[in-house]
């Protein structure tokens, strides 16, 4: 069998040695990297090749098997007989950890002995070209080479991955095998989940996307992982990507995972290799983060020390293990005095399944399609509750700045970031001068403010280069996560650039570098991190996007509500190339309706197929009533409060139980659940609060006692209108007090524009207004049938669920009667 690995994995692999070293080392964005490519061959004579693809096969196993390694060498001058390897940075490169420096030299090398192998030199010189992309200057390092050192090199490296490459090779094949015999781990599929099992086999085997709308309850989650796995060894895939939108979804995909792996037999076969498939789950990393008041670097964290010299060893024993979860690995981590985060991170390659959230994949820079690209991964990707997507995306491509952090900057800041920080203010109010009302959107981005903040990067970047050393403590701990959070780092390139739970973190390090000052590095890095990032928004701003600009007070500069904003309206210039770049992705939820909606704004191919999966549930089991007499409009709520009380007070006191009862907002919930309150006192109610934490949450639904009787209140679109299961008598009914279409106001009018300018004017409204309002009631209906077994009736409250174009969003196996 013949095991393809590419030149820089190779290296990174071998060449690898000493401190994990994530010091701050800010680093050009993707599209600044092709650009100092471009400018270095720009000054090369005439005849200079560039991106010249170079392999080369050694055999292995007495040549049972072979080691195939690729990759494009950046450029090659042939008349000075002189291959190089060109990286851009932001920094001189003896700056660079010499754990960088040396992988670097290894790469190039490793070209250089392919070179000379294709077209038989016998000596060569090497050269590491080190282009700063600020400075526009070339650092050029050479070393002259006789081809049998270079070859020497290269073997020496390839005997280090060979034994490993052996054993990858062989669990392969035994993984194929097993998967090839695989039976599903049920007696039979349940009602509707054969069609979605088959449907997404064949998207796996076609290469093509599917967008799958199958009802709760028939198994999605086995409905999905069973067949894309079946389809493996046919369709000669790497990974399988499950990405979830929520925590409960990664756990119900691992528990099926489970499920499908008990049914294996995972004794060792002649090689050693265990055959179940290889399950890693990807976690955030301030839940990971063991020490979270140290910096990623040797000199600050024990798990950063020497953690190259022993990964070898953790990385055998986890995938040895099979199971990868984020107790598995955190385990095998602290037992080698390794980080569990970054280790996680090296696991990807060597996975054949990984779980993880949306973002991992679908960010801006994010791990698995880095790794997916870079490495020419074949994958399928699962995509579970893919309505949850758009939003999700659009908040991915979507960043702030507050001038009011600009502000403090300027007075507390250093003196080059001072100054820095008044040109961006004055920028600011350039832009808004003629600005006369609170908000404002603005479809082109000025290149004053952009400019301005350009400055204000380099001279923070400044600023923490050289403070680096005098940080300690957490002020140095929220340096390191900053590095992570915001750099594509030498460590690992494939890193997401920023996660938003990163953010969070960094925000509870506010005044920790220097406790006692009103204003510490802890702000200035703060302040960066948004900046980068709004910057590499800036970088790719166009019509899928606005600029908002809210002001607030009369000091709008000092005023934390003034705002800047660069919304993402439709993700799918973004997420396009993530569709393109997988074998097969699948698509599945309860609610997908209309599927052309999720096929536009997501960027799906035009030949994306569609299923709509029968729902297992008779009619009869539930009974959906619309209450044509009743607005629920904005300026009709006071008014509806009256007849809304009564209608549920009569169906309570009709059969007994426990219900959820959903509203737009938290006023309108409040104002609706005293008056009932107030009228009815002998029914027990509970209501969702503002802001609950987790233990408020588990506290709201534990009240859904079997055979208990009482109303919660909810608001749709939160934590309790899905991703919660209330089977059985702990819900009998729900009534929907709203079409869930969003608020009108000027931010969501610019959506609605937008969407017209990209899908045409006759779906703007529906694309931004009514289609995300009925996926909402469909979702929350959803949680009064949960199996085939469940009984339960719901109200629809207001005039327009009446409306045949309303109607018909709705589910078809729904018997609506008025």
Known sequence: MNYTVSVRALCEFTAREGDLDLQFAPVPTALEGIAGHAAVRSRRPKGYEKEISLEDTIELAGGRHTLHVRGRADGYDA?????????????????????????????????????????????????????????????????????????????????????????????????????????????????????????????????????????????????????????????????????????????????????IAAGIDTADDAAGSKPAPRVLELTAREKTCEHPDKACHGASCPLARGFYDRLPAARSEAV??????????????????????????????????????????????????????????????????????????RKMYSGALRPSALLAAQRHGPGNVRKAARAALKACQHLYRDQTTTYQSYTALPERLSGALQVLSAALTDHVETGADRLQGPGQAALALFDTATSRTEHHPETSSRQPHDKRKVQHTQGLAHPGTPYSDADLLRLHFDILHFLRLAACFGPHSVLDVTLAGENRLNDAGTLFSLRNLVPAPFLEPAFRISHSTVLFSATLTPWDFYRDTLGLPDDTAWVDVASPFDASQLHVRIARGISTRYRDRRQSITPIIRLMAKQYCTKPGNYLSYFSSFDYLEQVADAFALRYPDIPVWMQARNMDEAARDRFLQRFTAGGCGIGFAVLGGAFAEGIDLPGTRLIGAFVSTLGLPQYNDSNEQLRQCMERFFGPERG???????????????????????????????????????????????????VRP
């Open 79 to 259: 008349h000075r007989q002189q291959i190089e390897e060109i990286k851009t940075c932001r920094r001189p490169p003896e700056m660079l950890p010499h754990n960088h420096r040396s992988l670097h030299w290894a790469q190039a090398r490793v070209y250089g002995h392919m070179l000379c192998k294709a077209r038989g030199l016998a000596r060569l010189r090497v050269a590491l070209v080190y282009y700063d992309i600020d400075q526009e200057k070339e650092t050029v390092l050479e070393v002259q080479h006789e081809a049998s050192e270079l070859a020497t090199h290269f073997h020496a490296l390839c005997a280090r991955f060979a034994s490993w490459a052996l054993q990858e090779t062989e669990h392969r094949l035994c993984r194929n095998r097993c998967l090839d015999a695989l039976r599903f781990p049920f007696p039979a599929m349940r009602a509707g989940q054969r069609q979605l099992a088959e449907a997404a086999y064949k998207a796996a085997l076609q290469s093509r996307c599917l967008l799958a709308q199958a009802p709760t309850g028939i198994g999605k989650t086995l409905g999905t992982l069973f067949p894309v796995l079946k389809s493996m060894p046919r369709a000669e895939l790497d990974k399988v990507f499950f990405l979830t939108a929520k925590t409960p979804g990664r756990q119900l995909a691992l528990d099926g995972l489970a499920l």
């Open 320 to 393: 040895a293990a099979g199971r990868m979860d984020k107790a598995a690995v955190r385990a095998v981590a602290l037992s080698h005095g390794l980080c569990p985060y970054w280790l996680s991170h090296d696991l990807t390659q060597w996975a054949d399944i990984i779980v993880g959230d949306y973002n991992h994949y679908f960010d801006m820079n994010a791990l698995l399609r880095s790794l997916t690209d870079n490495r020419q991964w074949r994958v399928a990707v699962l995509v579970d509750e893919a309505h949850n997507l758009p939003e999700r995306a």
């Open 765 to 815: 409204h529906d694309y931004a207004y009514l289609y995300p309002g009925l996926r909402k009631v469909v979702q929350a209906a959803g949680r009064v049938i949960r199996s085939d077994t469940d009984s339960g009736v719901v109200h629809l409250i207001d005039d327009r669920y009446a409306q045949p174009r309303v109607r018909a969003l709705l589910p078809r196996w729904w018997s």
